[in-house]
Nanobody
């Protein structure tokens, strides 16, 4: 499966952005999906994950209550709604696929090219 992330940009602290990740190729609905982020000089970290049917989600503690992951299996797209943004949310955001319920980056595959989110204070 090929993934294309979009929707990043510049936002002020307290603002919102919505990221999208469009999938093509193999059947999108067969995969669990995840969002990760990587800030300059830091390791890639898990942000949010969603089950194949979209019912079950999990979040990193740093974004819980502010970010919402969702998916549309008809449009082959997964979304990340980001509210109450903070400067520490600044990073490149990536989407990826996995077959297991995990937050470990090495368990994910087909990483998209990433989309840059910058939050100003």
């Amino acid at each position: 499966v090929q993934l294309q992330a979009s929707g990043g940009g510049l936002a002020q602290a307290g603002g919102s952005l919505r990221l999208s990740c469009a999938a093509s190729g193999r059947t999108f609905r067969n995969f669990r999906m995840g969002w990760f982020r990587q800030a300059p000089g830091k390791e890639r970290e898990f942000v949010a994950g969603i089950s194949r049917d979209g019912i079950f989600t999990r979040y990193a503690d740093a974004v819980k209550g502010r970010f919402t992951i969702s998916r549309d299996n008809v449009k082959n797209t997964v979304y990340l709604q980001m509210n109450s943004l903070k400067p520490e949310d600044t990073a490149i955001y990536y989407c990826a696929v996995t077959m297991t319920d995990t937050s470990i980056p090495d368990s994910y595959d087909s990483w998209g090219q990433g989309t840059l989110v910058t939050v100003s204070s």
